[in-house]
């Protein structure tokens, strides 16, 4: 804990152990973490962290399809991709499961295309570490998918290879944690708008 969280914990506990001194604490140790990690740079490509090898389906494959991919790759996000190779979509399990439950169908039955994202946030080849997590943090999505200049994808990278990423920097760089955490909770926060805002998660 740094030197300006101990003075906000001890401050706190000197106003009680109520649910407002709770509440409050929480967010100012919060708004701590997320200034402090405004500042720190995780350094590194996408290059080097994401994912090369991404099964991908077309519009008119089924979420049976999606699903069979999902399991064999052990993956949540399938990218739909059109036959001259261009990404026009994803579709993650999240989507999977609401669409088998909203279409009363089996998922034989149902295009991908029909409840899948066409919302996919990406980053450019050769781009940092850091402007994947910060599309993943305004975009707030779970992961991007990374493509080259033909808009053909050429990785994906999740929050767990960021994850990953930061805990194969080592221990002189504490300061990374940050960046993460801050990322965790933005992602975590509830989301205004309802399913006409939804991105792909």
């Not at 052990?74 to 990404?87: K, L, N, Q, Y």
């Amino acid at each position: 804990m740094s030197f300006g969280q101990d003075i906000v914990k001890r401050s706190l506990e000197d106003l009680g152990a109520g649910s407002k001194a709770r509440e409050l604490g929480r967010a100012v140790l919060g708004l701590i973490g997320r200034w402090a990690s405004g500042s720190v740079r995780l350094g590194g490509s996408v290059n080097q962290v994401m994912t090369r090898d991404v099964q991908s389906c077309g519009p008119g494959d089924t979420l049976h399809r999606a699903a069979q991919i999902m399991w064999d790759r052990d993956c949540g996000a399938v990218p739909i991709v059109e036959a001259s190779g261009r990404i026009a979509g994803i579709i993650t399990d999240r989507d999977l499961a609401m669409g088998a439950y909203t279409q009363g169908l089996p998922l034989v039955a149902i295009p991908v295309a029909r409840v899948a994202s066409s919302a996919v946030h990406g980053v450019r080849v050769g781009s940092s570490m850091d402007e994947a997590v910060a599309v993943m943090r305004t975009r707030r999505v779970r992961r991007v998918v990374v493509l080259d200049e033909s808009q053909k994808v050429a990785g994906i990278i999740a929050l767990a290879d960021v994850a990953r990423y930061v805990s194969e920097l080592g221990p002189s760089r504490k300061d990374a944690a940050l960046v993460l955490a801050d990322l965790i909770a933005t992602l975590s926060e509830r989301r205004q708008g309802g399913p006409a805002r939804r991105a792909a998660e």
